[in-house]
């Protein structure tokens, strides 16, 4: 692999994702890892990470490359809370010594791309607006909130992006639509990074809704 586009995937495991809507993310997870490994731009370009957050964060993986990610399954406890805002310190933390910067000799990586889920807000207030400008220094090339079931509160993802969609329900089909379009996103930018192309996203299907 060459020049790399890092691709962050931060997902809520809180309590309220307990069940089918964690069963649900793990099937989707994995078709689309699956289905970016069928695109050759992608899987010559695209390195991934995995965060997962509730009252505790963990990078389930640093930043591999396609050919080599192993997405583990997603557990998640019966009840707690949604550090976000710890969540999205982690993500900057790890773009700031995961990225490869260009130098006058050298090309560096891809702007990445973070695509956020949760199905609530964020318990951790204070810390979540305290990262805020932190996480836009990092220049992503898009950041993707997804409010996810009729608890997401879609004012807080707006403060992270102007790209913000919503699913109305947190069941297996509008999971698997939602990391399709997410494996769809993904490979539209790794297509067109070298093609100096725009930076659009991909129509999203019906199970999802853009948030204006």
């Known amino acids: 692999m060459s020049r790399r586009l890092p691709v962050y995937i ?5 309590g309220s994702m307990y069940g089918e809507p964690i069963q649900s993310v793990n099937v989707g997870l994995q078709a689309m890892a699956s289905a970016l490994r069928q695109d050759p731009h ?3 370009s695209v390195a991934l990470s995995i965060i997962t957050f509730d009252i505790n964060v963990k ?14 399954e997603i557990k998640c406890p019966r009840s707690g809370p949604t550090y976000i805002g710890e969540a999205l310190a982690l993500v900057v933390d790890r773009v700031k010594k995961d990225i490869v910067l260009s130098t006058s000799d050298r090309k ?3 702007r990445p791309m973070l695509f956020l889920m949760t199905d609530g807000s964020p318990s ?13 220094e990092c220049h992503f090339a898009k950041i993707i909130a997804c409010a996810a079931g009729p608890k997401a509160k879609k004012e807080y993802m707006r403060q992270i992006t102007d790209t913000v969609v919503s699913l109305d329900t947190t069941d297996s089909t509008a999971f698997a639509s939602f990391f399709k379009w ?4 993904v490979e539209m930018r790794s297509a067109s990074i070298g093609a100096g192309t725009s930076n659009e996203l991909p129509p999203p299907p019906d199970e999802i809704q853009i948030v204006i």
């Open 108 to 110: 560096g990586d891809w």
């Open 124 to 136: 951790d207030i204070a810390r979540f607006n305290e990262i805020i400008p932190k996480l836009k």
């Open 42 to 44: 992608a899987l010559d």
């Open 10 to 14: 931060a997902i809520d495991t809180s």
């Open 59 to 72: 990078e389930l993986f640093p930043l591999t490359p396609l050919e080599d990610v192993q997405i583990p």
């Open 182 to 185: 997410v494996s769809a996103s």
